[in-house]
C-alpha cells in the first residue's frame, strides 16, 4: 500500500521554557519567605502545566498524523476494492459467454449424434 508521507507540524506552540519574565513576580522586601516559596511553588506548577500541555499537544499531533495516514490507506484499499470488484464482473462475464459457448457446442453435438441415430434407424426400416 502507498503511504501518504504525511509528517506532523514542528511548530505547535511559542511557549518557551525559559519564559521567567512572563511568570516574574516583585515581591517587596517586607514579604515573607513563605510568600516567596508560595510563587516559586506557584511558578512551579505553572511549568508543570505547561509541559504537560505539550505533551498533550504532541500527542495529540501524533494522533493526527496516524488518523491522516488511516484515511489514506483506507482511500487506496476502497479504490482497491472498486478495481478488484470491475475486474471480477468482468472476468465473471467472460467465462459466463465462454460457458454458454461450451454448452451450445455440446448440445449440438447430442442432437447431431440423435440426428443421425433417428435417420439410420428411419433408413434401416425403409430398406427392409
Known amino acids: ?13 511559542n511557549i518557551g521554557d525559559d519564559d521567567e519574565a512572563a511568570l516574574d513576580i516583585q ?6 519567605s513563605t510568600g516567596r516559596n508560595t510563587v516559586k511553588g506557584l511558578h512551579g506548577q505553572v511549568q508543570e502545566v505547561v509541559g504537560v500541555m505539550k505533551q498533550n499537544i504532541d500527542k495529540l499531533l501524533d494522533r493526527d498524523v496516524a488518523l491522516n495516514n488511516l484515511a489514506s490507506r483506507a482511500d487506496d484499499l476502497h479504490s482497491s476494492a472498486t478495481t478488484y470488484n470491475q475486474t471480477a464482473k468482468q472476468l465473471k ?6 460457458n454458454a459457448k461450451t454448452n451450445i457446442c455440446i448440445a449440438g453435438i447430442i442432437i447431431t449424434v440423435i440426428i443421425i441415430i433417428i435417420l439410420s434407424i428411419v433408413l434401416s426400416r425403409g430398406k427392409k
Not at 500500500?1 to 506552540?13: F, V
Not at 515581591?27 to 515573607?32: M, P
Not at 462475464?93 to 465462454?98: A, H, I, L, N, Q
Request: proline share 4%; hydrophobic share 25%; glycine share 4%.
Open 1 to 13: 500500500m502507498a503511504s501518504a508521507g504525511y509528517t506532523r507540524p514542528q511548530n505547535y506552540s
Open 27 to 32: 515581591i517587596d522586601s517586607n514579604t515573607q
Open 93 to 98: 462475464r467472460k467465462y459466463w459467454w465462454k
